[in-house]
Antibody, heavy 118, light 107 residues
Framework: QVQMVQSGAEVKKPGASVNISCKAS????????VNWVRQAPGQGFEWVGL????????RLAQKFQGRITMTRDTSTATVYMELASLTSEDTAVYYC???????????WGQGSPVTVSS | EIVLTQSPGTVSLSPGERVTLSCRAS???????LAWYQQKPGQAPRFLIY???NRPSGVPDRFTGSGSGTDFTLTIARLEPEDLGVYYC?????????FGQGTKVEI
């Protein structure tokens, strides 16, 4: 079955870091980029960045540069996103998505809620 | 970055009616790389349209995308009760990728 399964909900204090995983299955992991987008409560979507599972190269939204790390493990077909120095504005549902070059997101993970609260 | 502006914010219609949703870009989209998604409460979005007017397999033909350049439209020909949700446009041709703020369809 073609799917992306994400890790569960997280509750973090301001200043902490969160690490979210996204495990792909049912397709060739290295053929598709993995994007991360987030959706704050009641809001639209914000692109966070992407990783190329083939070579590990990343492209990040400027506002996150310096506090986000994206990595992948090809042996387990899993992508990881670590976001540091959390603030309440990082409270959102984080989604991983599959993207072929020149195409949009045709597959989404179920979402990982992250709550940042003191 | 390319800003996408969707209108209207909310639309309320009855089953069987036709609805047209708009997405306007702040500048021309490269290759008309514009997608539409449907999101129902508590769910991840569903992919409806890519390349402005292409429909993936499995998407009902009552969903039609059109437009080019800066003006794009999603039309739902005959609303079904399951079509309720929020519809988002997404441009994936320029970095950073951006999304519209969404149009809520109430039935």
């Amino acid at each position: 079955q073609v799917q992306m399964v994400q890790s569960g909900a997280e509750v973090k204090k301001p200043g902490a870091s969160v690490n979210i995983s996204c495990k792909a299955s049912g397709y060739t992991f290295t053929m598709y980029y993995v994007n991360w987008v987030r959706q704050a409560p009641g809001q639209g979507f914000e692109w966070v960045g992407l990783i190329n599972p083939s070579g590990g190269g990343t492209r990040l939204a400027q506002k996150f540069q310096g506090r986000i790390t994206m990595t992948r493990d090809t042996s387990t077909a899993t992508v990881y996103m670590e976001l540091a120095s959390l603030t309440s504005e990082d409270t959102a549902v984080y989604y991983c998505t599959r993207m072929f070059a020149g195409a949009p997101y045709d597959l989404w993970g179920q979402g990982s809620p992250v709550t940042v609260s003191s | 970055e390319i800003v996408l502006t969707q209108s209207p914010g909310t639309v309320s219609l009855s089953p069987g009616e036709r609805v047209t949703l708009s997405c306007r870009a702040s500048r021309t989209l490269p290759n008309n790389y514009l997608a539409w998604y449907q999101q129902k409460p508590g769910q991840a979005p569903r992919f409806l349209i890519y390349g402005a007017f292409n429909r993936p397999s499995g998407v009902p033909d009552r969903f039609t995308g059109s437009g080019s350049g800066t003006d794009f439209t999603l039309t739902i020909a005959r609303l079904e009760p399951e079509d309720l949700g929020v519809y988002y446009c997404h441009q994936y041709g320029d970095s950073p990728q951006t999304f519209g703020q969404g149009t809520k369809v109430e039935i």
